[in-house]
């Protein structure tokens, strides 16, 4: 059974910053081998990607987020981090961990954590 947990969320002001962490564990998951990344969902809207990072660290960003997020990832204690810095009401939503049984991000993710509110006020 694999777990992901998120944390980091808050509470915050338009400019300032977050970093969200997602700790994954399970027996017979090697994280470190597949594709992680994040999704977000706002009231009344579609779930959307923000970020992803792959098995050798490369990354990929939804534009709308480019420049400003940063995804990273410590394989030695099984996490995964989203640096978030000049935050945008239009940020607001619940942010999700995800994880690949896939070394490449394809687009297709097995695993979720529960989420964290993320909330940037004006």
């Known amino acids: 059974q694999v777990e992901l947990v998120e944390s980091g969320g808050g509470s915050v002001q338009a400019g300032g910053s977050l970093r969200l962490s997602c700790a994954a564990s399970g027996s017979g998951y090697t994280y470190s081998t597949y594709c992680m990344g994040w999704f977000r969902q706002a009231p009344g809207k579609e779930r959307e990607r923000v970020a992803f990072?792959?098995?050798?660290?490369?990354?990929i960003y939804a534009d709308s987020v480019k420049g400003r997020f940063t995804i990273a990832r410590d394989n030695a204690k099984n996490t995964l981090f989203l640096q978030m810095n000049s935050l945008k009401p239009e940020d607001t939503a619940m942010y999700y961990c995800?994880?690949?049984?896939?070394?490449?991000?394809?687009?297709?993710?097995?695993?979720w954590g529960q989420g964290t509110q993320v909330t940037v006020s004006s």
């Open positions: 995800a994880g690949s049984v896939n070394s490449y991000c394809d687009g297709v993710y097995n695993y």
């Open positions: 990072i792959d098995f050798r660290s490369r990354s």
